[in-house]
């Protein structure tokens, strides 16, 4: 019977000792995600992230900032990292990151145009703040300048610029709906390039984690679209 306490004993203290090293194992979790506000795109994506976060055993919260104001807020440790943003933003990190191993999706952006020329050429482009393609493209360029993508397209309708810079993905949907008054042509590429994840540096082990999770699974694959429907200039 004393033996039998003893190697119940130990079994206790093995276990214990299991499950501690477990715990100490276990991997932090990011809490706060920004993403763009009022953008097709990040709406588009909130769900499929947030799926993939449950899948590896975290809750976030997704803070929806205008586009500079994620990354302000991911430099002073508001949010601890952001939904996705193109390698030409990492820049403008001033806090240690880490990307996602593999991107999320491969993303393309276009000049969309009115198809009256005389439009085309009398007046602005439309282009986002503190999307950094959108910004590059636009030096040396007459401009309107918005705060979201949703003010470029109701500008466009509006008759207040006659061309606009703007994600692929965002503009056919918005054309699927019936969201123009005349539908713009697809003008002149002008990226293509993957799309990652953005962590603080501190989350290094989970985004191991999340990077796996995207080899295994592709979670976002569906949301690279076909210009086949776009016209192109």
């Not at 009256?116 to 030096?139: F, N």
């Not at 984690?209 to 429907?229: G, I, N, Q, T, W």
């Amino acid at each position: 019977m004393k033996l039998s306490f003893s190697l119940i004993g130990i079994a206790l203290f093995s276990s214990c000792f299991y499950l501690t090293g477990l715990a100490q194992a276990q991997v932090v979790c990011p809490k706060s995600i920004a993403t763009v506000r009022d953008s097709v795109l990040a709406e588009a994506n909130k769900a499929i992230l947030q799926s993939v976060y449950s899948d590896l055993g975290c809750d976030i919260l997704l803070d929806e900032l205008p586009g500079r104001r994620g990354i302000a807020s991911f430099n002073n440790h508001t949010v601890d990292g952001e939904m996705y943003r193109l390698e030409v933003a990492e820049p403008r990190y001033t806090r240690e990151f880490v990307r996602s191993e593999v991107p999320l999706f491969q993303h393309s952006g276009s000049l969309w145009l009115h198809p009256d020329q005389a439009l085309q050429e009398s007046l602005p482009i439309g282009y986002t703040l503190g999307i950094v393609w959108h910004e590059q493209y636009m030096e040396g360029r007459r401009g309107r300048l918005f705060k979201t993508v949703e003010e470029s397209f109701n500008s466009y309708n509006n008759g207040e610029i006659g061309s606009f810079v703007s994600s692929d993905f965002s503009v056919l949907h918005r054309i699927s709906e019936g969201g123009f008054n005349v539908v713009p042509d697809q003008g002149a590429g002008i990226m293509s390039a993957p799309l990652y994840h953005y962590l603080g540096a501190e989350y290094s082990p989970f985004m191991k984690l999340f990077s796996d999770h995207l080899r295994k699974y592709s979670p976002f694959a569906h949301m690279e679209p076909k210009m086949a429907s776009g016209k192109k200039k």
